[in-house]
């Protein structure tokens, strides 16, 4: 299998001259993609083998044996109301496809039950997940897309996993992982970027001092509401609750750039050029990768932006992706 290195199906990605700014792509997708209305969806909890939960939302619709399935792993605080899941649950009511996306712990709007979290290596509860879903589609192919931190995550798993990724997952994709944990984390702490931080901070703390109530001193509650930067909120929270030494530990071990090579199934990556959130120094070189992966690095997109056309749309995203996925099918 040759590795392309541009674009197929929609096209390679090309900004429209107003969103050549990769604040501009980054911020508008999001705050128009949270105007699109999402198709019919139904909510299933599943219980987790160490007595915790997740939230899976589903796609409406009746399927027929061998339908395939998309599932979605979200980025950092992400949901079903994230833009990106709006424009991928769509494509796959055009495509006539199953979709789901996952909620991961104490994202769909209820705390989880344990002392834990999510975070960005978090490839065992991956793991467990794509294992059930290919229980349920009867034959189907499944197909696994992540999306920032979820793409990390993803990535992680396939390259932990090798060969026998193939036994559940058909094709994957991940849009804008940051594949360099600790190059994006000082990314994240300079300049205008501290805008993302403090948003994603905002949330971040409101659920940690939540489950300080639920659980005392599990963490340095005074180390959390100092933090100001995610070396310090991973310092002070994602680390001790997740068996980590420290920031750079979990950043260190986390990382998804590392596993890329031992991934063994037709997998696409891709990441603008321009993304605030991943400079490009986290990119890795293609030509030291499999050919089974796709790696596109177009020079514009923002974190997970690319929008195109005036007025704006965010189809670009999810037709590259699905068409990637209909590409191997039969794989």
Known sequence: MRKRKT????????????????????????????????????????EMPDGDFIDVDWLEGKWSAGTPLVVLFHGLEGSSDSHYVRTFAR??????????????RSC??????????????????????????????????VFAAGVSLGGNALLKWLGERGEEGKQWVRAAAAVCAPLNLTLSGEALALGFNMVYTRMFLKTLKKKSAGKLVRFPGIFDEEAMLRSRTFRDFDDAVTAPLHGF????????????????????????VLNARDDPFVPPGALPDPQGLPDWLTIEFPQHGGHVGFVRGFPARLDWLPERVFHHFEHHMGA
């Open 91 to 104: 494509q796959a009511h055009r495509h006539g496809w199953r979709f789901a996306m996952p909620h991961f």
């Open 245 to 268: 030494a420290g920031a750079d530990d979990y950043w260190t071990r986390s990382s998804a750039g590392q596993f890329l090579s031992r991934i063994a199934l037709p997998t696409l």
């Open 7 to 46: 674009g197929i199906g929609p096209g390679a990605y090309r900004a429209p001259w107003w969103a050549r700014n990769r604040h501009v792509n980054t911020i508008y997708a999001s705050l128009i993609g949270k105007s699109l209305p999402l198709p019919p969806m139904r909510r299933e909890r599943w």
């Open 108 to 141: 769909s709007g209820e705390p989880n039950r344990l002392p834990r979290a999510y975070h960005s290596g978090d490839s065992e509860d991956i793991d467990w997940m794509l294992k059930r879903f290919h229980a349920q589609v009867d034959g189907g192919p």
